[in-house]
Protein backbone atom coordinates (compact mmCIF):
# COMPACT_ATOMS: atom_id res chain seq x y z
CA UNK A 1 0.00 0.00 0.00
CA UNK A 2 1.51 3.59 -0.81
CA UNK A 3 1.67 5.72 2.24
CA UNK A 4 3.32 8.80 0.28
CA UNK A 5 0.85 11.81 0.28
CA UNK A 6 -2.14 10.15 1.51
CA UNK A 7 -4.62 13.01 3.14
CA UNK A 8 -6.66 10.76 6.12
CA UNK A 9 -7.78 14.20 8.30
CA UNK A 10 -7.32 13.86 12.08
CA UNK A 11 -7.56 11.15 14.87
CA UNK A 12 -10.11 12.50 17.41
CA UNK A 13 -10.12 11.55 20.87
CA UNK A 14 -12.99 9.52 20.34
CA UNK A 15 -10.95 6.98 18.48
CA UNK A 16 -8.37 6.38 21.55
CA UNK A 17 -8.12 3.63 23.81
CA UNK A 18 -7.59 4.98 27.38
CA UNK A 19 -9.90 3.14 30.03
CA UNK A 20 -7.38 0.44 31.16
CA UNK A 21 -10.38 -1.98 31.82
CA UNK A 22 -11.08 -1.58 27.61
CA UNK A 23 -7.47 -2.24 27.33
CA UNK A 24 -7.29 -6.03 29.53
CA UNK A 25 -10.86 -6.88 27.99
CA UNK A 26 -9.01 -6.64 24.61
CA UNK A 27 -6.04 -8.30 26.20
CA UNK A 28 -7.98 -10.97 27.84
CA UNK A 29 -10.50 -11.42 25.36
CA UNK A 30 -9.49 -10.31 21.85
CA UNK A 31 -8.16 -12.03 19.23
CA UNK A 32 -4.27 -11.86 18.48
CA UNK A 33 -2.02 -11.62 15.43
CA UNK A 34 1.92 -11.82 15.51
CA UNK A 35 4.52 -11.29 13.40
CA UNK A 36 8.08 -10.60 14.39
CA UNK A 37 8.67 -7.68 16.75
CA UNK A 38 4.78 -7.05 16.47
CA UNK A 39 1.78 -7.95 17.32
CA UNK A 40 -2.00 -6.95 17.19
CA UNK A 41 -4.77 -7.46 19.53
CA UNK A 42 -8.52 -6.70 18.20
CA UNK A 43 -12.33 -7.02 18.79
CA UNK A 44 -15.81 -5.80 17.53
CA UNK A 45 -17.25 -3.02 19.51
CA UNK A 46 -20.00 -2.23 18.08
CA UNK A 47 -19.54 1.25 17.79
CA UNK A 48 -19.63 3.27 13.76
CA UNK A 49 -15.82 4.07 14.36
CA UNK A 50 -12.69 2.35 15.28
CA UNK A 51 -10.58 2.64 18.38
CA UNK A 52 -7.24 2.06 19.06
CA UNK A 53 -3.90 1.84 21.39
CA UNK A 54 -0.80 1.87 21.59
CA UNK A 55 0.63 0.24 24.41
CA UNK A 56 4.74 -0.43 24.58
CA UNK A 57 6.22 -3.41 26.54
CA UNK A 58 7.62 -2.30 30.33
CA UNK A 59 10.87 -1.27 29.54
CA UNK A 60 10.93 -0.37 25.66
CA UNK A 61 13.77 2.31 25.61
CA UNK A 62 13.92 5.93 27.21
CA UNK A 63 11.49 8.70 26.82
CA UNK A 64 12.63 10.02 23.87
CA UNK A 65 12.25 6.55 22.27
CA UNK A 66 8.77 6.22 23.53
CA UNK A 67 6.98 9.36 22.29
CA UNK A 68 9.01 8.36 18.83
CA UNK A 69 7.11 5.28 18.74
CA UNK A 70 3.84 6.61 19.64
CA UNK A 71 4.00 9.22 17.22
CA UNK A 72 5.28 6.49 14.45
CA UNK A 73 1.99 4.74 15.76
CA UNK A 74 -0.48 7.55 15.47
CA UNK A 75 0.96 8.43 12.37
CA UNK A 76 0.75 4.70 10.80
CA UNK A 77 -2.81 4.48 11.80
CA UNK A 78 -3.66 8.01 10.12
CA UNK A 79 -2.76 6.53 7.24
CA UNK A 80 -4.28 3.37 7.64
CA UNK A 81 -7.83 4.21 9.26
CA UNK A 82 -9.53 4.94 5.81
CA UNK A 83 -8.46 2.01 4.85
CA UNK A 84 -9.67 -0.45 7.68
CA UNK A 85 -12.80 -1.48 8.28
CA UNK A 86 -15.48 -0.34 10.62
CA UNK A 87 -16.38 -1.30 14.59
CA UNK A 88 -13.10 -2.59 16.30
CA UNK A 89 -10.60 -1.79 19.23
CA UNK A 90 -7.62 -2.26 18.04
CA UNK A 91 -4.03 -2.55 20.16
CA UNK A 92 -0.98 -2.20 18.14
CA UNK A 93 2.34 -3.22 19.69
CA UNK A 94 5.61 -2.98 18.61
CA UNK A 95 8.35 -4.75 20.61
CA UNK A 96 11.55 -3.04 18.29
CA UNK A 97 12.88 0.04 19.59
CA UNK A 98 15.45 0.57 16.10
CA UNK A 99 12.12 -0.12 13.78
CA UNK A 100 11.71 3.24 11.26
CA UNK A 101 8.52 4.68 9.90
CA UNK A 102 8.44 2.52 7.37
CA UNK A 103 8.95 -0.55 8.72
CA UNK A 104 6.05 0.67 11.08
CA UNK A 105 3.66 1.03 8.22
CA UNK A 106 4.42 -2.48 6.55
CA UNK A 107 4.13 -4.45 10.02
CA UNK A 108 0.86 -2.46 10.74
CA UNK A 109 -0.37 -3.32 6.99
CA UNK A 110 0.69 -7.07 7.40
CA UNK A 111 -0.89 -7.28 10.76
CA UNK A 112 -4.38 -6.01 9.49
CA UNK A 113 -4.20 -7.88 6.69
CA UNK A 114 -3.67 -11.43 8.64
CA UNK A 115 -6.73 -10.09 10.95
CA UNK A 116 -8.73 -9.32 8.27
CA UNK A 117 -9.41 -5.72 9.08
CA UNK A 118 -8.16 -3.86 5.91
CA UNK A 119 -11.19 -3.45 3.40
CA UNK A 120 -11.36 -5.23 -0.13
Known amino acids: M ?25 FRNGKR ?6 KIFFIQNNLDYNRIGFPLPHGYGNAVQRNKAKRYNRETYRLFKT ?3 IGYDI ?8 SSFNSRCEQFET ?5 GLLKE
Open 111 to 115: LCKKA
Open 91 to 98: LFLVYSEK
Open 83 to 85: HLN
Open 2 to 26: ETDNIKTGCFSKKEHIKRPADIQNL
Open 33 to 38: ISIKDA
